[in-house]
């Protein structure tokens, strides 16, 4: 069916929002009205696409400018924890619908987790007002390696149970649509630059809490390499760790000298109350001054293994996200001294070191944005326009 | 004219080589089969379409498949070195017509240099029975940092008079085509790529000869970076060069440990006889023992610092060039060593580490794909029909 294959094409062309009449389609596709006007007609009794409302300038005509419907069409987007759950319904611009959040070990594992999933997801359909029909995809980041291709765990440290446990099959039975997972830190990635950084093409964002780990975005898009493990920086070795057991086996990784549970522990060493990241936090913003010098070379490591990765990839913006980075000035000041201090002149006069921005939400909206991406892509509009007769 | 600005699109389908005839590329776009023709006819006035010769299967009867045509346009490669100057002219599959090289010290500037590409250039134009109007554009890759929009070397330090010189404006008052120009070492990447890894989405060249430097491709494209250096990585600190002075300033910078001069100062030292990189493969390859000590040593440090880099980007493939590379196994054991002992199985697991398989031609190759690229990106097809009647 050549004329609503067509609309897929047409379809992304108003993705960029602009209205535009059916001449204007014809013109710019170089094909006729006519075609143009089955195409439109294709995308309408899918719901993606419906006329303006310009009464005013054309003087109570029906409107003949198209555009994209954003409203029509939700996603919902899932940020699971080592101990929370996070879960939002947006529409197809990204815009927040409702929300919900639960308490909830991941260590309980792939049923508990994804059944309370699939309960809060139909809960927030129907607080919206939606049907299950108006889902149509679901994105979800997970604290640990994913197979790209699968979706599934891969031997993820802190999610026991689930390792190739086929997460989107698992709520693909729930609710019939296509389920994107991937690592939270690559998700949180693309969340923070869809809420401040959107025309920046390339962007490290550096999640440092119990673990350490980054998300990377170069040419515009997330970086997975070749297994799927870009961006595993807290295993970079440091100098300052060299007889600092990591829990990977090794001596000296940066996670093992700077996550919150190494910092931590030289807290309770010298007899102060710290569990954990948060506990460290806590000190920090009580002006505690220990904590303060701890915190703060934690950012000289952590900037130390930034400096060898800035030279390589010369990102433009580097934000600092995870429990950690709540310490706010004290950790990103640790971290700009060495990256300043080390790295060449050209590499960081345009460069940002920030604190993240879109905070414990950024999870949320990297997975809806997966989910959107996901949507709106050409082989997920054929596949809808393949049940509609042009 | 939206016929023929159709027929951009109608090229880049073509270029996967598949031959079609005008029905199925009217299916394919859900055009009218006349429109189609006017495509395929304006495509052929700019020689870039014609028709397929399959006289066998149709029995005689003129061909209706036409199919890109590779073998009637031609682009220029160029590899300016320190100390080299290397041309070949290639036709749009990347098929080398001619070469030629030349000694020539970049350093005698950019009006010596490029007036010797040029020269060089209509010889081969000449050679391969070419006119001017056949050539479609030009890649240049020169040996220092270059701003990618402009094509303008930035603080070249082995480029005495080059900086904010404008390299593709000379060329383009001779030739009247694009002139593309970058980094020697982005350059190679995309050229060892294009030889060797053709399906390889993420890979990283490393150059170790005089300085040392990388080209990144990550998600299948060259990475530049926020500013253009990407790459950089001769000047990551690595830990047995915290008391050796780098020429950038630092202390350090792998380069200042690692690069063709650090190893041939040590063997001197010691009385040998070693100018520069070409010197020290020399001792290596006569099996000298402080020589084959020192290069794998210099392999352990470029390992240290590349450990981190795939910790980050998890390339499938890591190449080493530049003449260091000429050492073979000594240097490439060092970096295995390393590399295998430091980073993550995951990452690790289907990595290959190779020595350069296009050797001292990666830079002519890699050129010459910059040159096609543009000149059969949708851009300049555009431009070249912007002159064809439809």
Partial sequence: MPAVSGASDLFQLLRDGQPRTRTELADL???????????????????????????????????SRFALRTETKAVLGVDIGASHLRVGLTDLSGARLVDASRDLLVSEGPEAVLDTVAELGAELLQRAGRSADDLLAIGIGVPGPVEHSTGRPINPPIMPGWHGFDVPGYLHARFGVPVLVDNDVNVMSVGEREAAWPDVEDLIFVKVATGIGAGIICNGALLRGADGVAGDIGHIRVPRGADMLCRCGNYGCLEAVAAGPAVARKLQASGHAAEDSLGVVALVNQGDHEALQLVRQAGRDVGEVLSACLSMMNPAVIVIGGAMALTGEHFIAGVREVIYSRTMPLATQHLQIVQSASGLDAGVVG????????????????????GVSP
């Fill in 367 to 386: 997975a809806s944005m997966l989910a959107i991406q996901h949507a709106l892509s050409p082989e997920s509009i054929d596949g809808m326009l393949a």
């Fill in 29 to 63: 596709f170089g094909v006729a009205r006519s075609t143009v006007a089955l195409r439109v007609e294709a995308l309408m009794e899918l719901g993606l696409v419906a006329p303006v409302d310009d009464a005013v300038s054309t003087g109570g005509r029906p409107s």
